[in-house]
């Protein structure tokens, strides 16, 4: 909104420039154009939070980067994504309006493509993935939430877990890239329940952003934006903290309570009516 806002101002200055001609300035017809590429653009939180009424997830991984499939350990009867699942329910529950959610569950309805080669990836070359194997594009009525697991780590930060990455402005539909060896690594002595937890915590974090958690696109009812480390959350105990700790691997009971969004992230979620 406040891009939005900034833009209009400029139209409005550009066109005062401008009055005294016959003609639309180039640089507001440039102006212009972004303005409607961002309003045709489903791919917004405004968006995702008014006329959706359903939302999947899609999911392709690098050979060697497969997700954990099946289910916990721990809770025996509960399958690895439905974390996922459930945490995308509760976020578009009590609209007034169903959303319908669909998430994969098994590598074969998920899907693979070949061995990268790399060790090592820049953000552009994790974005040449995506024309190559999204098969599904969102609309003002159904998102498509893009999740691709690869080996290797990010060039910039070789600790990132998973980051999530959308076009200039916010035009593009955000992309979720999965480090599968840090999430293998990310402590020392995992165990395969933990490292289940650990990679379905972080999958929800970076949808959550995704969906425009924290002060991304969906804005703020109170003061838990933790600036020091951009959009996330100062609740320690929240999904959206900027920090995916041992300590909080450990507590998450996917059995029990499967959902891993504060109730500060969930009021502005409940609170935001585009």
């Known amino acids: 909104m406040f891009f939005r806002a900034l833009l209009l101002l400029l139209i409005l200055l550009c066109s005062n420039c ?5 003609e639309t300035s180039p640089i507001l017809q440039g102006l212009l154009a972004l303005d409607y590429l961002i ?3 489903p791919d917004r939180s405004s968006v995702y939070f008014s006329t959706t009424r359903s939302a999947s997830v899609e999911i392709a991984y690098e050979d060697g980067a497969e997700p954990n499939t099946g289910n916990f350990a721990v809770a025996p009867t509960t ?3 439905s974390v996922t699942e459930s945490n995308l329910i509760n976020a578009f529950a009590d609209r007034g309006y169903t959303v319908n959610v669909t998430v994969p569950t098994d590598l074969s309805s998920m899907s693979e493509f070949p061995d990268q080669g790399r060790s090592t990836w820049t953000i552009n070359q994790l974005l040449a993935l995506v024309p190559k194997y999204k098969a599904e594009d969102s ?17 910039e930060n070789s600790g990132v877990i998973a980051v999530t990455v959308s076009g200039a402005f916010g035009i593009g539909a955000p992309t979720v890239f999965v480090f599968k060896e840090i999430i293998n690594h990310f402590q020392d002595n995992l165990s395969p329940d933990k490292v289940r937890k650990a990679e379905q915590m972080t999958v929800t974090h970076e949808l959550g952003h995704a969906l425009g958690l924290v002060n991304t696109g969906i804005p703020l009812s109170s003061d838990h934006q933790d600036t020091a480390h951009g959009n996330h959350c100062t609740n320690t105990s929240c999904g959206m903290y900027w920090a995916l700790g041992d300590d909080r ?4 009971s996917p059995g029990t309570n499967p959902l891993i969004f504060g109730s500060e992230c969930i009021t502005d979620i409940r609170d935001y009516t585009p």
């Open 139 to 155: 609309n003002f009525q159904s998102a498509k939430f893009f999740v691709v697991f690869v080996k290797g780590s990010l060039a």
């Open 249 to 252: 691997v450990d507590s998450f």
């Open 79 to 81: 399958s690895v994504w």
């Open 18 to 22: 401008e009055n005294q001609k016959g």
């Open 39 to 41: 309003l045709s653009d």
